[in-house]
């Protein structure tokens, strides 16, 4: 069924908070794991109008569909960002505009170069960058959503958890537009196969990992995937990419994990 965009950009809010009391957190504050891996998902959440910015020198920035798409999306991550950053806030932990900034700043001339580059490969490769995108964005929020959702599981904060949810709420419907333009687009171009499937081995890391430090993205796999349901996780984010069209047997998120030294134990659906 085609993503409903008229739906879609009537609805696009920010998350909403209005009942959610941050003095909780106060009263029983999150493990420090657990706002390490905040900070990480803060960062990335904010860092969107970075990457929107290089996508916009692609060929989506000529489909309206598209763009109108990445209007809302880009609305959606900044309020996950900033409802992050509250929680945060409450911690005494850096978060905000000073944050944000510093955060830019440390990605030096790679942050300078990047639409660069990325606009010259996508000029020759042409339409069916669309499709690399769009794939590549569907990976990224099924990411965003399992990471989310293995933090509530192994926090287990009734706050965090209903903050999170309705985060994840909004990451299923980024999800499905992704998704549903990925696999139309896939399905219609061998090429466009080809194309995405050599992008996603060869260039795709775990979201976030391009701006975080090497020893963050380490952590927050490690403490979220490399315990109970976490190989389940795993387990399914790549059984959801090998169903795209033409990008089975990719395997793509487990050696994500092991390139970053993260040997999950097996996990087995025949005795799960
Ligand atoms: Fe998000
Ligand atoms: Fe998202």
Not at 13 to 37: E, G, T, Y
Not at 47 to 76: A, G, K
Not at 96 to 117: A, D, E
Not at 207 to 234: C, Q, W
Request: proline letters at 4%; a neutral charge; hydrophobic letters at 40%.
């Amino acid at each position: 069924m085609a993503f409903e965009l008229d739906t879609y950009k009537q609805e696009a809010a920010a998350v909403n908070v209005d009942d959610i009391d941050f003095d909780d957190f106060r009263r029983q504050p999150l493990s420090p794991a657990a706002l390490r891996c905040l900070h990480y998902m803060a960062d990335v959440e904010t860092h969107t109008v970075c990457y929107l910015r290089d996508l916009l020198v692609t060929p989506s920035h000529q489909n309206p569909r598209i763009t109108t798409f990445l209007t809302m999306w880009n609305y959606e991550e900044f309020w996950h960002g900033d409802v992050i950053d509250r929680i945060l806030a409450m911690h005494a932990e850096e978060a905000g505009l000073i944050r944000h900034r510093k955060v830019r700043l440390k990605q030096g001339i790679k942050n300078v170069v990047s639409p660069i580059t990325q606009c010259l490969t996508a000029a020759v490769v042409g339409d069916d960058f669309i499709a690399t995108h769009m794939s590549w964005g569907a990976v990224n929020e099924w990411s965003a959503h399992a990471a989310y959702a293995r933090l509530i599981a192994v926090e287990d904060h009734p706050t965090l958890t209903k903050i999170l949810r309705r985060i994840q709420h909004q990451e299923t419907r980024h999800l499905a537009f992704y998704y549903s333009e990925a696999k139309e687009r896939l399905e219609r171009s061998k090429k466009a196969q080809n194309i995405t499937r050599w992008a996603l081995a060869k260039l795709w890391a775990p979201v976030g990992s391009t701006i975080a430090p090497k020893y963050e993205t380490r952590f927050m796999l490690n403490h979220l995937f490399n315990s109970d349901g976490g190989p389940k996780t795993i387990f399914m984010l790549d059984q959801k990419v090998d169903k795209l069209p033409g990008l089975a047997g990719l395997d793509l998120v487990s050696k994500a994990l092991t390139k970053y030294g993260i040997r999950l134990p097996r996990f087995d659906p025949a005795v799960a």
